[in-house]
Every structure is written in structure tokens, then in C-alpha cells.
């Protein structure tokens, strides 16, 4: 068996939760292979919406295996509290979630160091979602840092602390006066409900379930354009977001990866700084951002909006080896007269087809094709012949210009609301 993958390819927010949930049922092992929870992957069914940030989507699937991977970076503060939440919904995380104990912690000193660092950079700030993320990979590359294992040992208290300690030097160079304990509530709380958990050694447990004919779906959060290494550098994560970060993230070999789910939205958004070739900064922005409920899952943020941006849907596409794409939300778009996608750039006075090296200082001005809107059925859409027919025009061109079959559509949050262009999804 291989290791199916799916993952964002855009700035994040595409989706992801909703589509795993989807896919679920068709996998035995759902498992997350970087991120932290500055992922906010978002499902919807029977009428309650639920958040997850660090859980992977397919806990609310008996049966189905859910890992935490090597690759994510857990807070035990939030974790308890998604834990918490779900116990009290009645699901039982005990025989189903496994955490990998090279995952690394987010310790509350991460935090700090994460909010102290974006406020000294003012106008230049990334847009962190103020996790600890950022840190916490630091001391993870820096060989610093503490990992969900260590909690099994008698010193860990003393490894805390000396972390702990460290930070504070390092906090001491910025002029930040947050009492500690304003963000260590809680802390040695998530690190005793860690310690009941079902603790593995994950690459080992993953490559076993191959080897056994068991499928497994990789999920990835944040999106591709956020990777640490191909995406609009500074303005990224501090992981790598894309289909090469499973194998670091889970411990499987290339040879191991199969299909590559791309998902994608029928237009762009960002939250935070950085980049954004076709933002609308207009009533058109605004109209989409309200009719989306383009909002942050986790910080609550407003989100950028946008028309869709093809030379960096290609770009994804190419880096990760995507074989499928979903689309979500065309819902959003009902009613526009017409709808614009960029296929090209001007850049530096030429008109280019890719993604540049710097978008970041240089303008990459985008050129639009200009297509016929639609407008949805009041009462839904059921069925994938349902749709209007210039909707279905828009994907056979996406598909044209990418080269890569759309095989779902999603036209609202809920499950039912996922409609199977290719019959193998249908079910």
C-alpha cells in the first residue's frame, strides 16, 4: 500500500477539514504530518460546526485510526482543550488517537518569544498567528527543543526548566513584560492528560499499517504557498506544507506516496502580510469575504480576497506532484455576471506564466481571462449534473489550463454538500 496525500494549494483555508472528512471513510489511518495549531481545518455536519487544530479530521470516524505525526508541533494548553471538547461530544479519543513521540512541544515560553518577536517588527510583521509555532520549529532545527517522548522521563521538569530559562535570556532582549504565567496556565495540565495518551514511535506504527495492506491519507494544513522553502518567503510557516513533508513528517519513504489530492478554492485568500498578486482590495473583496465567511478558524481574522491565481496554482501543482484536484466553494461566487481568473503575469516588463522568485518587493501584476459567471439553485445543488452549465464551464477550463482532472466539488460546508465528478468518488 502506498500513502495517499492530501494538502492545500493555495495560502491555506482551502478546505482541507472538510474534504479529509469526506475522504475518510475510504482510508483505515487519517494521520497529520506537520503544522501545529495554527491549523484551523474546519467541518460541518448535522447542523454543528466543529474546529480542529492539531487533531487529525477523520477522529469523528469510528474505527479509523487518527495519528499526530512526527512533523507536528503540539500545545499541550490547546490540545487539552480540543480533547476536552470532544470527549464531551461523546468521542472516545482513546482507541483511535495515537501521538508520535518525536512530535515536538510548544512550550508557553514559545509563545512569548513568538508575540514578542512580531511586535518588535512592526510594519514588516509576518502575520503570525501567534502560536509558537515559529519558535518551536526554531528549537526543534536548533536542537533545543522538548518532544512529546521526554514527558516519559523522571527529568523532564528539569528539562523544562532549563529551556525555560534559555527563553527567558532570550526575552530579555526584547521589551516585552508579560508575566510567564499569563501563558503557562494550563500547561503541566495538557502535559498530564499527554502522558494517558496511546504515546508511539510513529514511523514505525505507519510503515506497519503498509506493510499490512492498511490505506492511509496524509493531511496536510496550511497551504502550499506557505512552505517554508517554496512559498513567498518570509511571508510563510515554519514547515513544509507540501507532499515531500509527509515523508520528514511521518517517516515514509518517497517510493511510499500515491495519489496527491490538491485542494483548491474557486478564488484566493490570505490571512496576514505577505504577497497577494490578486487581491481585490474593493467591494468585489468584500462581497466574497462576507458571501465565504472569509474569517480565520484560528485567529478569527478577516481574510484577503481574491480572484483565482493559476501561474501559482501551476506552481503548486508541480511541487507537489498532484495527481487529483478538489474544488471548494464556487458557491461563494453565485451571482456574479462574471468571473475573472489570472492566468499570466506582467512582470518586470515581461508576461510570464510561473511563479517568480520575488513577489515579495517586484509587483507581479495579473492578467485576467474574463469568464461567465452562475448563479446556484436556491434550494442546493445534489447531484454534479445539477450544476449550472457555466460553472461547469469554468472547471473544464481550470482543468485545460492546470492539466489535472477536478474530481470533487464542494459547493457548501456541509458533508452532503460534496459533489464527484469522477464516479470512483461518487459514493
Given at each position: 500500500?502506498?500513502?495517499?496525500?492530501?494538502?492545500?494549494?493555495?495560502?491555506?483555508?482551502?478546505?482541507?477539514?472538510?474534504?479529509?472528512?469526506?475522504?475518510?471513510?475510504?482510508?483505515?489511518?487519517?494521520?497529520?504530518?506537520?503544522?501545529?495549531?495554527?491549523?484551523?481545518?474546519?467541518?460541518?455536519?448535522?447542523?454543528?460546526?466543529?474546529?480542529?487544530?492539531?487533531?487529525?479530521?477523520?477522529?469523528?470516524?469510528?474505527?479509523?485510526?487518527?495519528?499526530?505525526?512526527?512533523?507536528?508541533?503540539?500545545?499541550?494548553?490547546?490540545?487539552?482543550?480540543?480533547?476536552?471538547?470532544?470527549?464531551?461530544?461523546?468521542?472516545?479519543?482513546?482507541?483511535?488517537?495515537?501521538?508520535?513521540?518525536?512530535?515536538?512541544?510548544?512550550?508557553?515560553?514559545?509563545?512569548?518569544?513568538?508575540?514578542?518577536?512580531?511586535?518588535?517588527?512592526?510594519?514588516?510583521?509576518?502575520?503570525?498567528?501567534?502560536?509558537?509555532?515559529?519558535?518551536?520549529?526554531?528549537?526543534?532545527?536548533?536542537?533545543?527543543?522538548?518532544?512529546?517522548?521526554?514527558?516519559?522521563?523522571?527529568?523532564?521538569?528539569?528539562?523544562?526548566?532549563?529551556?525555560?530559562?534559555?527563553?527567558?535570556?532570550?526575552?530579555?532582549?526584547?521589551?516585552?513584560?508579560?508575566?510567564?504565567?499569563?501563558?503557562?496556565?494550563?500547561?503541566?495540565?495538557?502535559?498530564?492528560?499527554?502522558r494517558k495518551m496511546n504515546l508511539i514511535d510513529s514511523e514505525y506504527k505507519i510503515n506497519d499499517y503498509?506493510?499490512?495492506?492498511?490505506?492511509?491519507?496524509?493531511?496536510?494544513?496550511?497551504?502550499?504557498?506557505?512552505?517554508?522553502?517554496?512559498?513567498?518567503?518570509?511571508?510563510?510557516?515554519?514547515?513544509?506544507?507540501?507532499?515531500?513533508?509527509?515523508?520528514?513528517?511521518?517517516?515514509?519513504?518517497?517510493?511510499?506516496?500515491?495519489?496527491?489530492?490538491?485542494?483548491?478554492?474557486?478564488?484566493?485568500?490570505?490571512?496576514?502580510?505577505?504577497?497577494?498578486?490578486?487581491?481585490?482590495?474593493?467591494?468585489?473583496?468584500?462581497?466574497?469575504?462576507?458571501?465565504?465567511?472569509?474569517?480565520?478558524?484560528?485567529?478569527?481574522?478577516?481574510?484577503?480576497?481574491?480572484?483565482?491565481?493559476?501561474?501559482?496554482?501551476?506552481?503548486?501543482?508541480?511541487?507537489?506532484?498532484?495527481?487529483?484536484?478538489?474544488?471548494?466553494?464556487?458557491?461563494?461566487?453565485?451571482?456574479?455576471?462574471s468571473i475573472k481568473v489570472c492566468t499570466h503575469y506582467k512582470f518586470q516588463g515581461k508576461q510570464i506564466d510561473y511563479m517568480p522568485y520575488d513577489i515579495v518587493t517586484?509587483?507581479?501584476?495579473?492578467?485576467?481571462?474574463?469568464?461567465?459567471?452562475?448563479?446556484?439553485?436556491?434550494?442546493?445543488?445534489?447531484?454534479?449534473?445539477?450544476?449550472?452549465?457555466?460553472?461547469?464551464?469554468?472547471?473544464?477550463?481550470?482543468?485545460?489550463?492546470?492539466?489535472?482532472?477536478?474530481?470533487?466539488?464542494?459547493?457548501?460546508?456541509?458533508?452532503?454538500?460534496?459533489?464527484?465528478?469522477?464516479?470512483?468518488?461518487?459514493?
Open positions: 500500500m502506498k500513502v495517499d496525500v492530501l494538502l492545500g494549494l493555495q495560502w491555506g483555508d482551502e478546505g482541507k477539514g472538510k474534504v479529509v472528512d469526506v475522504l475518510a471513510p475510504r482510508y483505515d489511518v487519517i494521520a497529520r504530518f506537520q503544522g501545529g495549531p495554527n491549523a484551523g481545518h474546519t467541518l460541518e455536519f448535522e447542523g454543528i460546526k466543529h474546529v480542529l487544530h492539531t487533531i487529525p479530521s477523520g477522529i469523528f470516524h469510528p474505527g479509523k485510526v487518527n495519528i499526530i505525526g512526527n512533523g507536528v508541533v503540539i500545545d499541550p494548553v490547546i490540545f487539552k482543550k480540543e480533547i476536552d471538547a470532544l470527549t464531551a461530544m461523546g468521542v472516545d479519543i482513546s482507541r483511535n488517537l495515537f501521538i508520535s513521540r518525536k512530535a515536538h512541544l510548544i512550550l508557553p515560553t514559545h509563545r512569548m518569544l513568538d508575540a514578542a518577536s512580531e511586535a518588535i517588527k512592526g510594519k514588516a510583521k509576518i502575520g503570525s498567528t501567534l502560536k509558537g509555532i515559529g519558535p518551536a520549529y526554531m528549537d526543534k532545527t536548533g536542537r533545543n527543543g522538548l518532544r512529546v517522548g521526554d514527558i516519559e522521563h523522571a527529568e523532564f521538569g528539569a528539562r523544562y526548566d532549563a529551556l525555560v530559562a534559555k527563553h527567558k535570556e532570550l526575552l530579555s532582549f526584547y521589551q516585552f513584560d508579560r508575566p510567564l504565567s499569563d501563558y503557562e496556565t494550563g500547561f503541566m495540565e495538557g502535559i498530564q492528560l499527554l503498509l506493510n499490512e495492506g492498511r490505506s492511509v491519507l496524509a493531511e496536510g494544513a496550511q497551504g502550499s504557498l506557505l512552505d517554508i522553502d517554496f512559498g513567498s518567503y518570509p511571508f510563510v510557516t515554519s514547515s513544509n506544507t507540501i507532499t515531500a513533508g509527509t515523508c520528514t513528517g511521518l517517516g515514509v519513504a518517497p517510493s511510499k506516496i500515491g495519489e496527491v489530492y490538491g485542494i483548491f478554492k474557486a478564488y484566493c485568500t490570505r490571512v496576514g502580510s505577505g504577497p497577494f498578486p490578486t487581491e481585490l482590495e474593493n467591494e468585489t473583496g468584500e462581497l466574497i469575504r462576507q458571501a465565504g465567511k472569509e474569517f480565520g478558524a484560528t485567529t478569527g481574522r478577516p481574510r484577503r480576497c481574491g480572484w483565482l491565481d493559476l501561474p501559482a496554482l501551476k506552481y503548486t501543482i508541480m511541487l507537489n506532484g498532484v495527481t487529483k484536484l478538489i474544488m471548494t466553494k464556487p458557491d461563494v461566487l453565485s451571482g456574479f455576471s517586484e509587483i507581479a501584476e495579473p492578467v485576467y481571462t474574463e469568464l461567465p459567471g452562475w448563479t446556484l439553485p436556491e434550494d442546493g445543488v445534489h447531484e454534479i449534473s445539477d450544476l449550472p452549465a457555466s460553472l461547469s464551464s469554468y472547471i473544464d477550463f481550470l482543468e485545460a489550463q492546470l492539466g489535472v482532472p477536478v474530481v470533487i466539488v464542494s459547493v457548501g460546508p456541509d458533508r452532503s454538500e460534496t459533489l464527484a465528478r469522477d464516479p470512483e468518488f461518487a459514493s
